[in-house]
């Protein structure tokens, strides 16, 4: 006897579910710095024309598939191909990428666990920025500390989907979504009453043409592409929880929604607290690990405000990692008939351990890191896995994703599949154009960017 799918218990349900697999690090952690290092507004804007004709496309074509076939990466390319077709190996991929992203994503979020202990201890008062600066750096080379909070966030992450659709990843995004929104706009309501709020609300949203360059251009198209979670099979393992007649246009839309204001509400946080105390936008990647607390070290209450925000953090990391962890479980228990529980573990207890080497990446162990750089690959392996994902991986999983909805999915099976359930049925015409030309050639253009092909040539 089968057992029947499990379905998302509402409408709603999806939608925070998939709006928690978007949005994640890259909204609150990558997304203001970049923002910042290409001058603020007019990179917004692009970002947001890329979010439109690229992205979203992509997203509908993720769901679609997943929701046509009602199954897991593998077994939805099987279902809209045929049996032995190379189109499988696009699931595969789509599992092997959620794989090693999360092993790494996994030791991030367990830096952020770590920061809502200091904050709640206060540990940022009365520090020096250099002292703040180094706290980082131990933190990243602690190999108890970086090992021990990614196996707790992995135990997290197990728990919740060994619970299910709706008990499991349904109720945690019900949970974890609204308090993100919650938590993100207490912290916007602090940051209206800075001094350095005027100065960052004309950076996100005002013109400066003169700090974007072509490299910025396609930083936002590779952003916009990467933020919404394509490209590693988590919308279509999501997409094959709904119903057939589910509205797929309407549900797209709203995540792809959610997941920019997050993104720009983010950037209305950070920056008013940045320009307030004399910050540098543009400080890459320790932005939000350094440069946050430095500021949160001068704040009336900086403890409470740190604490909120690497909360906030957490909560990000975590609805995405959900996701990950969903897409490799689902494999086994579609193609392998697992019990929930045992694919969750399993395939979450093999992450923890893939992942070690990534928490020992920053200086835990030689082997894993200087040792490693210093061999042929010129990388640590935390370095080295996200290179392989954002380089090769998702780009090339986007494109299939594309391609294959585009030019191997049936024109009438495509056709009644968009249009069922949708009032939005006028946009068919220009999904299809978008897939077929627009979507890979900006998928192209990420990925060759991506392996320094542009670069090589002088383009950039």
């Not at 603020?40 to 947001?48: D, E, M, S, T």
């Not at 609300?201 to 043409?209: A, I, L, S, Y």
């Not at 509205?247 to 995540?255: N, P, Q, R, T, W």
Request: hydrophobic share 55%; charged share 10%.
């Amino acid at each position: 006897m089968t057992t029947p799918r499990a379905q998302w218990g509402s409408r709603l349900g999806f939608i925070l579910a998939a709006s928690g697999s978007a949005v994640g690090l890259g909204n609150i952690w990558k997304f203001p710095y970049i923002t910042g290092e290409n001058g603020g507004g007019l990179f917004v804007l692009i970002y947001l024309v890329c979010i439109a004709l690229i992205g979203l496309p992509i997203m509908m074509a993720e769901i679609f598939i997943g929701r046509e076939s009602q199954c897991s990466p593998v077994g939805a390319f099987r279902s809209l191909s045929k049996r032995g077709s190379p189109w499988i190996l696009s699931g595969w991929l789509g599992v092997a990428t959620g794989l090693f992203i999360l092993s790494f994503y996994a030791v991030v979020a367990g830096w952020s666990m770590h920061y809502i202990v200091l904050s709640l201890a206060n540990s940022f008062d009365g520090k020096s920025p250099d002292d703040i600066n180094a706290m980082f750096g131990d933190v990243a080379s602690s190999a108890s500390i970086n090992v021990g909070w990614h196996l707790a966030f992995m135990a997290i992450t197990i728990a919740i989907v060994i619970g299910g659709i709706k008990t499991g990843i349904e109720r945690a995004a019900r949970i974890l979504m609204p308090l993100l929104f919650v938590m993100l706009i207490a912290m916007l309501i602090r940051a209206t009453t800075t001094s350095g709020f005027p100065r960052a609300f004309n950076f996100v949203f005002g013109f400066h043409n003169e700090d974007l360059t072509a490299t910025g251009v396609l930083e936002a198209l590779g952003h916009a592409f990467f933020t919404l979670s394509l490209g590693m099979g988590a919308m279509i393992t999501y997409g094959s929880y709904l119903k057939r007649n589910d509205d797929l246009v309407g549900v797209s839309l709203a995540v792809s929604v959610l997941d920019t204001l997050v993104a720009l509400l983010a950037c209305l946080v950070l920056f008013p607290i940045v320009f307030t105390h004399d910050m540098e936008p543009g400080s890459g990647p320790g932005l939000v690990f350094q440069s946050m607390p430095i500021a949160f070290s001068q704040m009336a209450g900086g403890g409470i405000w740190a604490t909120i925000f690497f909360v906030l953090l957490f909560f990000a990391a975590l609805t995405s990692a959900i996701s990950l962890l969903e897409v490799v479980a689902s494999y086994f228990i579609d193609e392998r008939n697992w019990p929930r529980w045992t694919a969750a573990v399993v395939c979450g207890g093999f992450i923890a351990l893939l992942g070690v080497p990534s928490a020992l990446a920053n200086g835990g162990a030689a082997l894993f890191s200087s040792d490693m750089a210093a061999g042929p690959i010129g990388k640590d392996w935390m370095t080295m896995l996200d290179d392989l994902t954002s380089q090769w991986m998702l780009p090339l999983g986007g494109l299939f994703i594309a391609m294959f909805v585009a030019w191997r999915v049936g024109g009438a099976a495509r056709e009644k599949g968009f249009k069922n359930g949708t009032r939005f049925s006028a946009m068919y015409g220009g999904w299809v154009f978008l897939l077929r030309y627009l979507v890979p050639i900006g998928v192209l253009a990420v990925f060759l960017n991506k392996i320094g092909v542009f670069a090589k040539l002088g383009w950039m």
